[in-house]
């Protein structure tokens, strides 16, 4: 049935940048909620390792930008992590996505190999892994866990309107790919032009976008029959 229907025809996948960071703090609780309240079908939300390999949900290394006080992920332990900021862990992500029937997009900026154990153990135990997808701007993180887990859907992000998308996917097994064009134009849409959907859908990639909040854009992305628009303003999509 999905083969029958026009991509501008299929409802396009609403997921909450950071949460529903427009109205809650980036990558908390509260920003989740707001998601749930606000319609997203999954959130996108950060993931670091800590210097014990927990895995949690920022997207800075530094704590000062979104906490306002010192310290570094990568250097600090879960339980000194948590003595100083009140950092999500990724346990703690799964069971409120569970409670609140949200997918789980993970944009996953740092990934040890002990962490990454830890990450696949938490969905396995919650049967979770057909409601997350595993992106990162990193090519090598997500060519290697299609490799540990080729059951795990993948997305590459990047951020040049001149990389060949397929090329990308190929290389690193990636399901999805998800241009970062947002500052590029006033009209970003516009750069994804008939040649690149047609080579992207040709090959089964899903497209997911940028994080857009500009009405105008959010229409256009419609239409073209994207597989899912991240934005800080769940409403709006």
């Known amino acids: 049935l999905d083969r029958t229907i026009p991509h501008h025809a299929r409802r396009v996948l609403c997921i909450a940048h950071r949460g529903a960071s427009a109205v809650a703090p980036e990558n908390s609780a509260e920003a989740i909620q707001k998601a749930a309240e606000l319609g997203a079908d999954l959130v996108e939300v950060d993931l670091r390792s800590t210097a014990d390999d927990a895995p949690v949900i920022a997207h800075d290394d530094s704590l000062k930008r979104v906490y306002g006080v010192d310290g570094l992920i990568s250097e600090l332990s879960l339980a000194e992590l948590q003595a100083r900021a009140p950092v999500m862990t990724f346990?703690?992500?799964?069971?409120?996505?569970?409670?609140?029937?949200?997918?789980?997009?993970?944009?996953?900026?740092?990934?040890?190999?002990?962490?990454?154990?830890?990450?696949?153990?938490?969905?396995?135990?919650?049967?979770?892994?057909?409601?997350?997808?595993?992106?990162?701007?990193?090519?090598?993180?997500?060519?290697?866990?299609?490799?540990?887990?080729?059951?795990?859907?993948?997305?590459?992000?990047?951020?040049?309107?001149?990389?060949?998308?397929?090329?990308?996917?190929?290389?690193?097994?990636?399901?999805?790919?998800?241009?970062?064009?947002e500052s590029h134009s006033d009209q970003p849409h516009t750069l994804?032009?008939?040649?690149?959907?047609?080579?992207?859908?040709?090959?089964?990639?899903?497209?997911?976008?940028?994080?857009?909040?500009?009405?105008?854009?959010?229409?256009?992305?419609?239409r073209l029959g994207v597989t899912g628009i991240c934005t800080d303003m769940p409403n709006l999509v």
Request: aromatic fraction near 10%; glycine fraction near 4%.
């Open 91 to 181: 346990a703690d992500l799964v069971a409120q996505c569970l409670a609140l029937q949200l997918g789980i997009y993970l944009d996953i900026k740092t990934l040890s190999v002990a962490a990454a154990q830890r990450l696949f153990a938490t969905v396995d135990a919650h049967r979770f892994g057909a409601f997350v997808v595993f992106a990162s701007f990193r090519p090598d993180v997500i060519a290697e866990i299609k490799a540990a887990r080729p059951d795990f859907e993948t997305s590459i992000l990047y951020g040049s309107t001149h990389i060949d998308p397929v090329a990308l996917a190929r290389a690193t097994r990636a399901d999805y790919v998800h241009p970062c064009w």
């Open 192 to 222: 994804m032009t008939e040649a690149w959907l047609d080579a992207a859908r040709s090959t089964g990639l899903g497209i997911i976008t940028w994080h857009e909040e500009r009405p105008p854009v959010i229409a256009g992305l419609k």
